[in-house]
């Protein structure tokens, strides 16, 4: 018996088949998307901001976008260093600071857009395929998988929502067939997939290889046309990075082999927020999904049980997630020697597994027609949105506004910022116009220091990327000549909480107590801040500081 997942470009039988589910129509199925979608969005639109591990890097480089429109070659170099083939690229960045809101909601609104159109393209390339009940079940998979959730409320990877939100649509506009008017489509694959490679270049590249190995298995001839225009649209994006002074070839900011996966962690229900580290007992979420699992065993099972003969489209995507899944492990190393210079973590390519395992769950609707309809459709939706709804709940802040336009200091390799500080005085309680029990004053309100005061550098401190180490922070207090006249060398936190435990995008509160000795001479005095490991004394740097000081006025 012929499949109903069948040849290429076969489309699906009448509604009233009754191998068919009932259809819904494509307004209502988009509609319908929609409205699942929101409960993943939700968290969107609360106020303030999430401590992702992209820190507030997407939010400074927006606004400094916003002020420098006629740099033609702008490049986001505020927080996190630019890898024009590993970071996000250009696109997010141009979209939120055309977006007429604060910055803050404007890369929000950008990372709901990507998860929208993921789920929305998913619809649109397989309801022609699967069927429009089966196809809103597959974009619902997409929208909910647990790295899609990883990816915007715990990493804050805007770029790469994106990037997974539209290669739906690059793929949609490569496998559809070219209409009479083929310059017109060819121009249109090329746009999209220019779009793909200015969110993230290196994952363009990749989805580029799937699509090339997707051509040649299912599409043959037919889809060498828009393979060739997919690859020039990544040759432009690769251009317009070219015509910046970029570097494409960077060392991995940690080393790729440390980032494999054991098998037990593609099926474990825990959920962190830390950032990745070396080893197995790694602190991220690296599920794969029950439900898109468990539709995927489903739809393999039902087409045995009916010994149906599969389609290549079909045979295709369970290779793709078996195969991605297996690149996961320590064993595929030699196949990372490539690939390790497009991405970060062997991770990242979870997305890709995500997708062929978000088609297999539509699959399942086209082979049991019974699925697509209620209750048992409803049973389905209900329980997409419940294997993950309580990972929807991120880690909120209330940001202050001066924390949002650029960082008071950055230092390391896109490491560490300092958002902000303030300088206190300790009294001894008795001071007029204190409050009782209240035993610190701000300098503006104390006035000019003098001999024997204790001053208290207050700081809020985002890491950006992990340490390895722990650091010491050094703080200087210095004369007008720059003479050292006191100091402070501890561990953040009097060491209960060591940089080797921060992390990325979580705000570190510390404070730092310098005795100004008796003989001081009288101001203005200046503070040097930075960090330091105490094993070889080798600072982190500090841009525009040779010496790998913050430089702070005091008064």
């Known amino acids: 018996m012929q499949s109903t997942l069948g040849p290429l470009h076969a489309q699906p039988q009448s509604s009233d088949s009754p191998t ?73 960045y141009y979209l939120a600071a055309l977006l007429p809101v604060e910055a803050v909601t404007a890369v929000k609104l950008v990372m709901g857009l990507g998860w929208l159109l993921g789920g929305a393209g998913m619809f649109l390339w397989l309801r022609s395929w699967l069927g429009r009940v089966g196809a809103l079940v597959a ?143 790694d602190d991220v979420s690296f599920q794969l999904g029950v439900v898109a699992l468990g539709l995927t065993i489903l739809t393999i099972y039902l087409w045995r049980r009916e010994q149906r003969t599969t389609s290549r489209r079909l045979r295709f995507f369970l290779a793709g997630a078996v195969i991605t899944g297996l690149l996961q492990f320590e064993f595929t190393a030699f196949l990372w020697r490539g690939l390790g210079l497009l991405v970060t973590y062997p991770w990242q390519l979870l997305g890709l597994a995500g997708l062929c395992l978000s088609v297999l769950a539509g699959a399942a609707l086209r082979f049991e027609p019974r699925l697509g309809r209620l209750p048992l459709l409803a049973a389905i939706v209900i329980l997409v949105v419940l294997s993950v709804y309580r990972y929807l709940e991120p880690q909120f802040i209330q940001p202050e506004p001066a924390w949002l336009s650029r960082p008071v200091a950055a230092l390391g390799e896109a490491q560490l910022a300092l958002l902000d500080y303030e300088l206190a005085v300790q009294t001894s309680g008795h001071t007029v116009g204190l409050e009782r029990g209240q035993t610190t004053l701000p300098l503006s309100v104390y006035g000019a220091l003098r001999p024997n005061d204790v001053v208290l ?80 004394l080798t600072r982190l740097p500090v841009p525009g500081d040779p010496e790998g000081r913050v430089i702070l006025p005091v008064q």
């Open 457 to 536: 550098l207050q700081t809020t401190w985002q890491p950006l990327q992990t340490f390895e180490q722990d650091l010491k922070i050094f703080v200087h207090l210095v004369d007008a000549q720059g003479h050292v006249l006191a100091q402070f060398d501890g561990q953040p936190q009097a060491g209960t909480y060591p940089t080797s435990r921060w992390v990325p995008g979580h705000l570190v509160n510390d404070t730092y107590a310098i005795h100004l000795p008796t003989e001081a001479p009288p101001g203005p005095y200046r503070l040097y801040l930075g960090l330091y490991d105490e094993a070889t």
């Open 139 to 281: 974009g619902l998979v997409y929208l909910y998988l647990p790295y899609q959730l990883v990816t915007v409320y715990v990493r804050g990877a805007w770029g790469e929502t994106l990037f997974w939100g539209g290669l739906p649509w690059a793929l949609l506009v490569a496998t559809h067939r070219a209409p009479k008017s083929r310059p017109a489509f060819l121009v249109g694959v090329t746009a999209v997939w220019l779009g793909l490679g200015l969110s993230q270049l290196g994952l363009a590249i990749v989805a580029l290889l799937f699509l090339g190995l997707l051509a040649l298995t299912v599409y043959r001839s037919s889809g060498v046309l828009p393979l060739a225009a997919a690859g020039a649209g990544l040759l432009m994006a690769g251009g317009l990075y070219g015509l910046r002074p970029v570097d494409f070839i960077q060392p991995p900011p940690t080393p790729l082999t440390d980032h494999f996966l054991v098998p037990f962690q593609l099926f474990s229900a825990h959920w962190g927020f830390d950032a990745s580290r070396a080893g197995w007992n």
């Open 20 to 92: 068919q589910p009932a259809e819904v129509r494509l307004s209502t199925g988009l509609l319908l998307g929609c409205m699942f979608a929101s409960l993943a969005l939700a968290p969107l639109a609360y106020p303030g901001y999430f401590q992702v591990h992209s820190g507030f890097s997407p939010v400074w480089n927006v606004t400094d976008l916003r002020a420098n429109w006629s740099n033609l070659s702008w490049l986001p170099q505020l927080g996190l260093q630019f890898d024009p083939l590993r970071s996000a690229g250009l696109l997010p």
